[in-house]
């Protein structure tokens, strides 16, 4: 005699009361989908206005120094092109 272990069957998106896969048209999904973004949209921590502005600085400023040091560099290659080629 063998001792035989059903598994449960696998509860997933899309179940349910009653355990079997229940039907949606596109309108369902499409408003599951928009509950979903709802739902995820209220675990996001916003940020301050402080923090905002303090990161907004933050970015522009990184981002103006970077378009520096790549013009720099690009009229450097320009010039060692040119003197080379040249």
Do not use: N
Not at 13 to 27: F, I, S, V
Not at 39 to 68: C, D, N
Request: glycine share 12%; proline share 5%.
């Amino acid at each position: 005699m063998t001792d035989s272990v059903e598994a449960p069957e696998p509860r997933g998106e899309g179940t349910g009361r009653r355990g079997r896969r229940a039907k949606r048209g596109p309108l369902g999904k499409l408003a599951l989908f928009y509950r979903q973004v709802i739902a995820e949209l209220r675990k996001v921590v916003w940020p301050s206005r402080h923090q905002l502005t303090t990161y907004t600085t933050a970015v522009i400023v990184f981002v103006l120094v970077m378009i520096g040091i790549l013009t720099v560099l690009d009229w450097g290659f320009g010039e060692v092109v040119d003197y080379v080629f040249g």
